[in-house]
């Protein structure tokens, strides 16, 4: 079976092996709730929640990496839920981000 790790199209961030504790908010319509942020790539993001996560349809949505110094590259980024697990949920986003992988570690780590 193949591993979805093989699939992935950019190489993610782990955040967890950095001890990076980011949070983003994400609103779509009237919901808004804060996620922890798993992991991030050029592509897309992990999300994890703390309590249920609501039930995001499959409508854009904004989403913006607090506490980072990134001049607005990571503020109100327009997503897609491309898949959701239990408290986690993947975002796609609508454009790739125009940073390299070293340059996004920075921004998140």
Sequence with gaps: MENPEDRRKYARIQLCAYGVGAVCSV??????????????????????????????????????????????????????????SGQEVGVQFAEKLDLPLTALQRLVG
């Design 27 to 84: 609103t779509q319509g009237q919901k808004r709730c804060n996620l922890d942020l798993v992991d991030i790539s050029s592509g897309g993001a992990r999300l994890r929640g703390k309590e249920a996560l609501p039930e995001f349809t499959a409508e854009s949505m904004t989403l913006s990496v607090h506490g980072t110094k990134d001049n607005g590259r990571l503020q109100g980024l327009t997503a897609y839920v491309r898949w959701r």
